[in-house]
């Protein structure tokens, strides 16, 4: 409580806002702050209504429905601050960088990835966050080939990172005359936006840069000159592209921060691989190879996580940005996923 005081005295004082930049990322760890503090607040609210309402009870008023209704709430709110606790990973707090690129299926997987981008877009203003287009590039009959977004709020990165993969959908195409099922497919990834503060070691002459005119709907050319910028990290094979600015420069600021970002996150996978080693367990595949989730629109409307089983029966709605049952079946997952991997070793060491 004492820091998010210290903030909220610090953002009324004059001159906060002078460094946009530094001014944003306070009222970042604001937001963060309060997303921890207030449903903490808020479940021993809960618990002393209890208590309360057992003194009524034990005084002849209320009634046990009413304590029931109560512990109900009390154990939902737990449920959440539980959920929260999972999110302990290094950049679990950080904004989140996710790109969806349209893979097999032709047209009909370019209109799926810029569904998929409208659906992660519709999540996080479900949740008050901040979302920044950083990349869009249009395919020139529907859809996209690639896009990239920033996502800012509270755990951001911690609720996202777990939906990268492979995300098929299964429906009559609407592009094809016949009226024939198609199976379209787009990858996600997900990468922290970490700050400049933190160190993430780059050779600059292991990044080849090329630059070239940035392109919009249809294929035209939207600048005149070469502003968009594309980096590739050599030794990882990592390509960043950034066209969002007109400003060359600014296009490559941004390249370099989702090539810091990309880099962190495998970083990241490299010490969930070693620690998993560590229990003998099979490490789960990562990136663009790992189908996770599958949509459906025929024969009936259903979408299906692959990891869980998580099951969600309307399309439209999840569409719409009703993605949160599958973050937080996600998490949990992972976390009964952990707590084998440790028995498992425990009872081969004992």
Not at 207 to 220: I, K, L, N
Request: proline share 2%; charged share 30%; with cysteine.
């Amino acid at each position: 409580m004492d820091r998010i005081r210290a903030i909220e005295a610090e953002m009324a004082g004059a001159g906060f806002w002078d460094n946009q930049e530094r001014a944003q990322a306070v009222v970042g760890e604001l937001k963060s702050l309060r997303a921890v503090v207030v449903p903490l607040q808020e479940a021993l609210s809960a618990e002393e209504e209890i208590g309360v309402l057992l003194e009524f009870l034990e005084q002849g008023e209320g009634s046990p429905s009413d304590i029931q209704a109560a512990i109900d709430d009390l154990q939902q709110r737990v449920e959440e601050l539980e959920l929260r606790a999972m999110l302990n990973g290094p950049h679990d707090a950080a904004g989140a960088l996710l790109s969806v690129h349209a893979r097999d299926g032709g047209v009909d997987a370019n209109d799926w990835a810029a569904m998929l981008l409208e659906m992660y877009i519709n999540w996080a203003r479900r949740h008050d966050y901040d979302v920044e287009l950083i990349d869009r590039q249009e395919n020139e009959e529907a859809g996209i080939t690639q896009a990239t977004i920033a996502v800012r709020g509270p755990m951001a990165y911690g609720y996202l990172k777990g939906e990268e993969g492979m995300h098929r959908l299964v429906r009559i195409s609407p592009f094809n005359a016949e009226g024939k099922r198609q199976t379209s497919f787009a990858a996600v990834d997900v990468s922290p936006e970490i700050s400049d503060a933190v160190e993430v070691e780059i050779d600059e002459n292991e990044v080849r840069e090329d630059t070239y005119r940035a392109s919009g709907a249809g294929g035209q050319h939207v600048n005149k000159t070469d502003s968009a910028v594309r980096l590739t990290h050599i030794p990882t094979g990592v390509v960043v592209q950034c066209q969002s600015e007109r400003s060359q420069h600014k296009n490559r600021a941004q390249a370099w921060k989702m090539l810091r970002a990309r880099l962190a996150r495998i970083e990241e996978e490299r010490r969930e691989e070693e620690q998993m080693a560590k229990y003998k367990s099979k490490v789960r595949q990562k990136g663009f190879g790992s189908q996770i989730r599958n949509y459906f629109l025929h024969p009936d409307q259903r979408v299906k996580d692959a990891r869980t089983g998580y099951l969600q029966t309307s399309f439209h709605s999840v569409m719409d940005g009703d993605i949160q049952g599958f973050l937080d079946e996600y998490l949990r997952w992972r976390m009964a996923q952990q707590e084998e991997e440790r028995e498992a070793h425990e009872s081969t060491t004992d």
